[in-house]
């Protein structure tokens, strides 16, 4: 896809909200304005409605769209939704569903749009492109590997019985993948008669809709699961839209002298190389109490320096899962003193650090 010589095409974006998904759009709307199109990222807006994801999602989109001035945001207006689910993560899906029609009304307002890439959870704004008339692609920012299997599994569940969650260790094959046990498959597809579970196979079912997909990898570090996707082995039963490997897109982490560094830099600074264990389980980390109380000992136990990022545990309540989390209570969380113990080895770092700028260090 080559933009017009006279004027730049443009290319709308369109994520689910929040920064893990904001972020690697951002980074893929700098690879088409650097072969000079013109971006604009289409943003939904949460209701009234559902303000817990309104406060989360946020100051997120706010701080994103500050930091990146060349790309432009476009916040599409709430949908009318009355009566919000009240299972978090389903919100969000409900509020990408509500917003299509409110997308098909921003895009006929554009001129000519040369394509619009979607994020995996805005499934139905396939619709949106297809009335339209411009073709829509899927940005898929995990492996090949986990496309490979998770494309698989609308026509693994139309073709089998019974549910994972009874098969224990029993090995699933999909196409261009080793063997996975059933146990580790992500916990909401283990249960057909979940209703995040059939979500998830409806929006992979939906995807080889697409004109193509766009993965966050390389060939060569995937190649049996790029080539599984390519022949169409993944989506026996149907056409495989073309697969287009665009990775590795990083973010890069900011540099140190636009601010305030972060205290964990400096102690980072002062270890030697290869000494350091990072421990980090992202912002969603599931980690209990009674893990965290495991990993420290662990960590204790082992000898090593280590930097270590705790988050407090997720709600007992499923469906706030996804919703911020309060600052964590090391003192209750954490062995009795274990901060005394290890603090001339390690560091713990509550909430968040910036990870980018910790794993680039020689140390």
Known sequence: M???????????????LGAGHLAPMVELAKLFLGRGFAVII???????STADVAASSAPAVARIAAANPSISFHNLPPPDYPE?????????????????????????????????????????????????GVPAYFYFTSSAGVLAAFLHLPHYFATTEGDLK??????LHFPGVPPIPASDMPHNVLDRADVIGASLVYHYRRMPEARGMLINTYEWLEAKAVTALGDGACVPDRPTPPVYCIGPLIVKGEDAAKGERHACLAWRDAQPERSVVFVSFGSLGAVSAEQLKEIARGLENS?????????????????????????PDLGALLPEKFLERTRERGMVVTSWAPQVEVLRHAA
Do not use: Y
Request: with cysteine; net charge negative; aromatic share 6%.
């Open 42 to 48: 289409a943003v939904p807006t949460p209701p009234a």
């Open 84 to 132: 919000p689910d009240p299972d978090g993560f389903q919100q969000l899906l409900d509020v990408i569903r509500l917003t299509v029609p409110i997308l098909l009304t921003f895009l006929r307002s554009l001129p000519p749009v040369a394509a619009v890439v979607l994020d995996l959870f805005c499934v139905d704004a396939l619709d949106a492109a297809a009335a339209v």
């Open 2 to 16: 080559e933009p017009n010589s006279k004027q730049s095409q443009t290319v709308v974006l369109h994520t689910i």
């Open 166 to 171: 009874d098969m224990g260790k029993a090995l």
């Open 303 to 327: 000898g090593h320096r280590f930097l270590w990022v705790v988050r407090s545990p997720p709600p007992e309540d499923p469906a706030k899962f996804s919703l911020p989390r309060s600052e």
